[in-house]
């Protein structure tokens, strides 16, 4: 009985999974359609317009791949690739909200903990 409860919840869980990839899937293509759009319709395109839409686009990426990499490891997130999404979301806050000079200090120093954290979760395997 309880293995089939787990097995049930397993089903649950990666038919959940799956249907969140394809949700990601389809805000990344909506995501580069609006960008397509906005260089088609609109030449004075901000800068940081441009950068937050690629990072936004990044982070989907990125996502996307957690997710296969769960399937492929055996039903198994990697601590690793979350990591890549925290670096990529830090990083993407800091270009588009870089006002307060103490707060982007802080978000750098963030990031270096978190590119140290990868350092040792390579070194020392622990994932």
């Known amino acids: 009985m309880i293995d ?3 097995k049930a919840l397993y089903f649950c869980l990666n038919l959940c999974i799956a249907i969140l990839g394809v949700i990601l899937v389809v805000f990344l293509f909506q995501e580069c359609w609006g960008m397509i759009y ?5 030449k004075n395109v901000k800068y940081n317009y441009v950068v937050e839409k690629m990072l936004i686009a990044f982070m989907h990426i990125e996502f996307i791949l957690l997710i ?5 490891k055996n039903y198994h997130f990697s601590l690793q690739f979350f990591i890549y ?3 990529t979301a830090v990083i993407r806050f800091i270009i588009v909200e870089h ?3 103490i707060e982007t200090l802080l978000l750098a120093v963030t990031i270096g903990v978190l590119i140290f954290c990868l350092h040792l979760l390579k070194r020392y395997s622990l994932d």
């Open 99 to 101: 006002y307060n000079a």
């Open 85 to 87: 999404v925290g670096i």
């Open 4 to 6: 089939y409860f787990t």
């Open 68 to 72: 296969i990499q769960y399937f492929r």
């Open 38 to 42: 906005t260089f088609i319709e609109n």
